[in-house]
């Protein structure tokens, strides 16, 4: 079965110019595809190695940042996040206390609220995740078995065995909620508080 484009889910990635074709080959070579961002930002961003903040961004005391990691225009980190294996914000974003954020594109308007984790995802712009709900990355019960989606009326063979989830634009996650390894959600989709996808094709 054929994979799903990520810019029918995500409306600004093609602007963004990354050229990997499905969401998980994005996420398993993230760092350099952070990298290659890093190459080209323009103006406004303070350097620190490989980590680029925006001049207007916040970024408070305690927060841990392993780059490479981009962070835009007016976003914010709280003390205790912590971001690593290339990471990108876009512009307004909110990544609250106690959240991970690991090998994660989020685009514009997104908001972790606290006490989240979210792993090898693409988030779309406008997407809320309330306190507490979990994007997870690994199929721990299958000993990190290598990850089938169902998807419309197929499955997709992914070839990885990390890769969290691709989240559309507009999506609403409750909190406590747990969206399990290899979730494909359309934009404008909403989960509800202690709610669970799970969309991986067994055997």
Excluded at 176 to 201: C, E, K, M, T
Aim: charged share 15%.
């Amino acid at each position: 079965m054929s994979s799903p484009n990520i810019s029918t889910f995500i409306t600004q990635w093609p602007s963004l110019g990354l050229t990997p074709p499905t969401a998980w080959q994005v996420s398993q070579d993230c760092e350099n595809q952070v990298l290659a961002l890093l190459s080209r930002l323009g103006p406004g961003f303070r350097r620190h190695g490989d980590c680029a903040i925006h001049e207007s961004a916040i970024v408070e005391e305690g927060a841990v940042l392993k780059g490479p990691i981009i962070i835009g225009e007016g976003s914010f980190v709280a003390a205790g996040a912590y971001l690593r294996g290339g990471v990108y914000l876009g512009s307004h974003c909110i990544v609250g206390p106690s959240c991970e954020l690991k090998s994660t594109f989020m685009l514009g308007g997104s908001k972790l609220a606290h006490f989240n984790f979210v792993g090898d995802s693409l988030i779309g712009e406008g997407v809320n995740i309330e306190a507490g709900a979990i994007i997870a990355n690994y199929r721990n019960e299958l000993d990190g078995a290598a990850i089938r989606i169902r998807h419309a009326t197929g499955v997709i063979e992914t070839g990885v065995n990390k890769f969290g989830a691709l989240v559309g634009d507009g999506c609403k996650i409750g909190a406590n909620a747990v969206i399990a390894p290899g979730a494909i959600l359309l934009p404008n989709s909403h989960v509800p508080r202690l709610g669970l996808v799970d969309q991986f094709a067994y055997d």
